[in-house]
């Protein structure tokens, strides 16, 4: 067999074998949380989705309750356009959530309720702009 042919034959196996960890991988996660769909309220909601999913939405004004005995648990609002759904999540919460946050939440909808297990805030607009730069901290926009 001359070198071309090894070469040709080595570069094939090599592809091979990346397309077969690639597939593996992909069909067989080693961590079952790591996959979750991105879908809006109303796809969870009209097609009663039941796995993992991710969900994007403003925090509706008022909603949130936080638990008197464990103050880690929380129910609030996810508003996505006239759409709403009760949110519970029990652990700790980001700095920057509050009312009207838009919040990413991911975990499971049952039974009318869905139940997160992470919570993403967007940052805010106070932390765009150059950090090494103090002059453009508006530190008049921070809540006490």
């Known amino acids: 067999m001359n070198s071309n042919k090894k070469f040709i034959l080595m570069i094939t196996g090599i592809i091979t074998v990346v397309i077969f960890w690639i597939s593996w991988v992909s069909l067989n996660p080693a961590d079952e949380k790591a996959m979750a769909t991105f879908v809006s309220v109303d796809e969870l909601l009209e097609d009663n989705i039941t ?14 309750v936080i638990s008197e005995t464990n103050h880690l648990d929380c129910v609030f ?15 700790t919460r980001p700095d920057l959530f ?5 919040v990413i939440v ?13 919570l ?7 932390y765009e702009g150059d950090l090494r730069n103090e002059k453009s901290y508006n530190l008049s926009e921070i809540d006490s």
């Open 51 to 64: 796995h993992r999913t991710k969900l994007g939405g403003l925090v509706k004004d008022g909603s949130i």
């Open 120 to 126: 993403q805030t967007k940052c805010a607009s106070r």
């Open 77 to 91: 609002i996810l508003k996505e356009g006239d759409l709403e759904l009760e949110v519970k999540y029990g652990r």
């Open 106 to 118: 991911t975990g499971l909808y049952e039974n009318g309720v869905f139940h997160a297990d992470e």
């Open 98 to 102: 509050k009312d009207g946050a838009e």
